[in-house]
């Protein structure tokens, strides 16, 4: 069973940045896709973006160009570096385990049904 912990989110004014951090357990990290999702206030969960096995990216378009996505297999760890933040990037954001190649991540498919207790970011002045 894997486990995640999300961290590093906050109230941010527009324009401005956070790095988010999720921490999995496991033995397996290295092999999976992992991705970033989020699920704002009345809204369905969607795909943000994902990062593949071998260290290819995907990011849903109202993202592109703003969030950069990064893993360090030696710490378990995933990162989602938010740059340019909009008030519609408030949100909770999770992450998760997705296949190897991240062909599902925008369909919010992930591995199994292993969610943490995701980390809340507000874009607010």
């Known amino acids: 069973q894997v486990q995640f912990v999300e961290s590093g989110g906050g109230l941010v004014q527009p324009g401005g940045s956070l790095r988010l951090s999720c921490a999995a357990s496991?033995?397996?990290?290295?092999?999976?896709?992992m991705g970033w999702y989020r699920q704002a206030p009345g809204k369905g969960r969607e795909g943000v973006s994902c990062?593949?096995?071998?260290?290819?990216?995907a990011y849903r378009d109202s993202v592109k160009g703003r969030f950069t996505i990064s893993r360090d297999n030696a710490k378990n760890t995933v990162y989602l570096q938010m740059n340019g933040l909009k008030p519609e990037d408030t949100a909770v954001y999770y992450c998760?385990?997705?296949?190897?190649?991240?062909?599902?991540?925008?369909?919010?498919?992930?591995?199994?049904?292993?969610w943490g207790q995701g980390t809340q970011v507000t874009v607010s002045s």
């Open positions: 990062i593949s096995s071998d260290g290819g990216t």
């Open positions: 998760a385990a997705d296949p190897p190649d991240c062909t599902t991540f925008i369909h919010v498919l992930p591995l199994g049904d292993y």
């Open positions: 496991g033995s397996i990290f290295s092999i999976l896709g």
